[in-house]
């Protein structure tokens, strides 16, 4: 048991708090409450470098290097696919080996996976890993963007996966800009990601559900503030933030004075991503059948709830929920 600013911290069991980043700004351009920002500035504070995932010229998600705000800013917010990660792992470790202090941000296999290719432990290393749900397929999401530039006849030029600014934190719509000047606002990514079909085949296996990650700090969307902690519940975001072990414990103790923070019990921050691998909700060899062989506006109506008739439906259904509650 070790002692940090007073608070008692086992390393059996991760510590647990609600954050919300002081800066309103910054918790509006982060997915939850921004605490990735706050951590990535105090390792710039120390000369460091950071490394996370960003969406590149094709939309598509790869991890990055970051010596700057500007470049690291582009890091925040989900990007619901599986990020490249190109020559990384190598960089990581000749950063590593020059003496800089390392932030590398990433699913928890991505963080195992580093930690399995530098085969040592480095004091000057500090990760971060995000509570995962599981990743897509970048092929679904490079499928769905054409699909939607080609009905709206116009090339997409920014995205969202998760648009908080325009329906709040527990929203999940994605947006797409587009030249022409118009902005769809679309749900059919997101019910295609909550299939499960398209995840990639590890997701279904995947080693960290739990309590314990390999990240020094893990950090999530805090699903049960509302039971945890009430009084953050204001529908901008709020992040989990689990501290793992010594080293996350004094990061956390250094970024104290810039947040908002409170501490909870795991057992009111249980969600499904710290309880058990995704399992596909439909037959996914059905599902990749159909996506290689049809075309994806078949797709978007079969699983993507898209389409005149869907609507029906889902009112339909609302309705029925309706006079069942009276
Ligand atoms: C595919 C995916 C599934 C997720 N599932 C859940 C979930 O089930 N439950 C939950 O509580 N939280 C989930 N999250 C995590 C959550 O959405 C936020 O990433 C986390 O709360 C960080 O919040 P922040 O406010 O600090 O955000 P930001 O500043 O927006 O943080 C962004 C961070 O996410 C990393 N990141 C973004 N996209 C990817 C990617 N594709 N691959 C690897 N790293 C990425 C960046 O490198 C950066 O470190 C998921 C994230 C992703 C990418
Ligand atoms: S669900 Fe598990 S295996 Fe899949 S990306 Fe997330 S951490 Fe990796």
């Not at 510590?15 to 309103?24: F, P």
């Not at 470098?49 to 690291?72: K, P």
């Not at 190598?90 to 390392?102: E, F, M």
């Not at 399995?116 to 499928?143: A, F, M, Q, T």
Request: net charge positive; aromatic share 12%.
């Amino acid at each position: 048991m070790s002692n940090y600013g007073g608070i008692a911290v086992s390393l059996e069991k991760p510590q647990v708090y609600a954050v919300k980043n002081k800066d309103e700004k910054i918790v509006a351009d982060s997915r939850s409450g921004g605490i990735f920002t706050t951590i990535s500035d105090a390792i710039f504070d120390e000369r460091g470098v950071v490394y996370g995932s960003v969406l590149n010229e094709h939309y598509m998600a790869e991890h990055i290097r970051a010596e700057d705000i500007e470049t690291r800013n582009l890091m925040r917010g989900s990007k619901y696919i599986q990020s490249k990660m190109g020559d990384t792992y190598s960089n990581v470790k000749r950063d590593l080996a020059d003496g800089r202090k390392v932030l590398f941000s990433g699913t928890s296999c991505q963080v195992a996976g580093l930690k399995k290719y530098l085969g040592k432990e480095y004091d000057n290393l500090i990760c971060i890993d995000i509570l995962c749900h599981g990743v897509p397929s970048p092929r679904v999401w490079k499928k769905y963007l054409e699909w939607q530039e080609k009905r709206a006849k116009s090339k997409v030029n920014k995205v969202n996966f998760r648009n908080k600014t325009d329906f709040g934190w527990r929203a999940h719509v994605e947006s797409l800009w587009l030249d022409n000047g118009k902005t769809i606002h679309s749900q059919v990514y997101r019910n295609l990601f909550f299939t499960n079909a398209c995840l990639r085949p590890c997701c279904y296996e995947c080693k960290y559900k739990g309590i314990i990650h390999p990240g020094d700090i893990t950090i999530g969307d805090y699903w049960k503030i509302e039971k945890a902690a009430p009084e953050f519940d204001d529908n901008k975001g709020v992040s989990l933030v689990l501290i793992n072990n010594e080293k996350g414990a004094a990061l956390f103790e250094q970024i104290k004075e810039n947040i908002t923070f409170k501490q909870t019990r795991i057992e009111d921050s249980m969600q499904p991503a710290l309880v058990k691998a995704s399992s596909p909700l439909i037959d996914r060899t059905h599902f990749w059948n159909d996506f290689y062989n049809k075309k994806f506006d078949y797709i978007a109506r079969k699983y993507g709830e898209y389409g005149c008739i869907n609507k029906i439906k889902k009112k339909l259904k609302r309705l029925k929920n309706k006079i069942k509650r009276r």
